[in-house]
């Protein structure tokens, strides 16, 4: 059993940053590979961004390569998302997931889900 709960998300202006943290608890967190999803009012969950359990891959929707960064501390059982050069269309609640394998694409391959936090950008 993984618990997942973000931080970071806010209000911030097109062309600004932020980082979000998703903190794990539980065990065998490092046997985990970690996504993050985005979901907008009235749209589907989407994929942004995955990581190996080592943290040594990474693979992004083609809409934020570039952009946006996932790395993983397993050491503090986190793993977090630079976002950069942020767009109104990034606006969504935001989801980090555990997962058994890297790079899976749909929620529904994902195990264990945090409670998503807010990114809102204004134009």
């Known amino acids: 059993q993984v618990q997942l709960v973000e931080s970071g998300g806010g209000l911030v202006q097109a062309g600004g940053s932020l980082r979000l943290s998703c903190a794990a608890s539980?065990?065998?967190?490092?046997?985990?590979?970690m996504g993050w999803f985005r979901q907008a009012p009235g749209k589907e969950r989407e994929f942004v961004a995955a990581?190996?359990?080592?943290?040594?891959?990474?693979y992004y929707a083609d809409s934020v390569k570039g952009r946006f960064t996932m790395s993983r501390d397993n050491a503090k059982k986190t793993v977090y998302l630079q976002m950069n050069s942020l767009k109104p269309e990034d606006t969504a609640v935001y989801y980090c997931?555990?997962?058994?394998?890297?790079?899976?694409?749909?929620?529904?391959?994902?195990?264990?889900w945090g409670q998503g936090t807010q990114v809102t950008v204004s134009s």
């Open positions: 997931a555990a997962g058994p394998s890297f790079a899976l694409l749909l929620p529904h391959d994902y195990d264990y």
């Open positions: 539980g065990r065998a967190f490092s046997s985990y590979a």
């Open positions: 990581i190996s359990w080592s943290g040594r891959n990474t």
